[in-house]
């Protein structure tokens, strides 16, 4: 798709491609992961369902999926603060946490889930994001909030589609698209 609104970033093949070969480095890093304990994987919702249900499909390690819902976006922009609307209650104490996400940009959603999920005695936290934006990271969160599993890094640019979206639009796209609303005009 390209009609002026869209232009294509990442193919659905470029992307189903990178989180078969993520899927392989996260049971390499928790092999031996014992079947009573298994891995927790936090999906955020809405964006990292499509995400995390193919991350979760290609892990060879025993595991068990919960969801986080925090809201940290409104358009394009960061809206604030994130606020935990599913998820914070989670008992992570002596479980090896996995926070699946869409895109890390900011790094303040992530550090704050973290913080959050650290402070309730998780024996570990990393992240594993499709995109990461790292120019967009606050200064002060660089050093903290580095994802652990990176599908793509990408400049800093709005993107939809496999499950990321513009005000709930565009999730369903099957590619990953830079998305410009300058064009979006109604006739």
């Not at 955020?44 to 892990?59: E, K, P, Q, V």
Request: hydrophobic residues 35%; glycine residues 6%; charged residues 30%.
């Amino acid at each position: 798709m390209n009609n002026g609104r869209f232009t294509l970033l990442k193919t659905n093949e470029e992307v189903k491609k990178r989180i078969t070969e993520l899927a392989a480095e996260i049971s390499r890093d928790y092999a031996g992961t014992p079947e009573d304990n298994p891995l927790l994987v936090l999906c955020t919702l809405r964006g990292a369902i499509f995400f995390s249900a193919d991350l979760i499909r290609g892990l060879t390690v025993p595991c068990e999926i919960n969801f986080l819902k925090v809201q940290s976006y409104q358009g394009t922009r960061p809206a604030g603060s994130p606020i935990f609307e599913l998820g914070e209650r989670i008992d992570v104490r002596g479980r090896d946490v996995l926070i699946v996400e869409d895109i890390v940009d900011t790094g303040q959603t992530m550090d704050t889930v973290m913080q959050n999920f650290s402070d309730k005695g998780a024996n570990s936290i990393r992240i594993a994001t499709m995109l990461d934006k790292p120019s967009r990271r606050y200064e002060h969160l660089k050093e903290t909030v580095v994802p652990d599993y990176i599908g793509f890094e990408i400049p800093d640019l709005f993107v939809v589609g496999w499950g990321l979206d513009y005000n709930e639009d565009y999730r369903m796209l099957p590619d990953i698209m830079v998305y410009h609303p300058e064009e979006d005009t109604e006739s």
